[in-house]
């Protein structure tokens, strides 16, 4: 079974940093796009940066020039780097990854969704 297990949310001060993990597990070909999404209470689910097999990246305009996303030198991970945190990061991010998996003797594509990690920034 295919599944994205995040680490390293919690709770910290504005202004403070915090390093998101994510690590695929399983039968796995191959990885390609993953992204970090984040849901705040009372709010849809957004993209907060995303990142290609080929190492490009995109982030949301609220989270430019302040998170980092990266692929690990581990196989099947990504990180998300948060710095100079604010009050209004405070979401569940969550993992998320296009893969392809063997499936029926044949590769399938796949999206998987990790179970998320709380971030909570105090004022």
């Known amino acids: 079974q295919v599944q994205l297990v995040e680490s390293g949310g919690g709770l910290v001060q504005a202004g403070g940093s915090l390093r998101l993990s994510c690590a695929a597990s399983?039968?796995?070909?191959?990885?390609?796009?993953m992204g970090w999404y984040r849901q705040a209470p009372g709010k849809q689910r957004e993209l907060v940066a995303a990142?290609?097999?080929?190492?490009?990246?995109n982030y949301a305009g609220s989270v430019e020039g302040r998170f980092t996303i990266s692929r690990g030198n581990a196989k099947f991970t990504v990180y998300l780097q948060m710095n100079s945190l604010k009050p209004e990061d405070t979401a569940v991010y969550y993992c998320?990854?296009?893969?392809?998996?063997?499936?029926?003797?044949?590769?399938?594509?796949?999206?998987?969704w990790g179970q998320g990690t709380l971030v909570t920034v105090s004022s």
């Open positions: 998320n990854a296009q893969m392809v998996v063997p499936r029926n003797f044949r590769a399938e594509a796949l999206e998987v």
């Open positions: 990142i290609t097999s080929g190492g490009n990246t």
């Open positions: 399983g039968s796995i070909l191959s990885l390609n796009d």
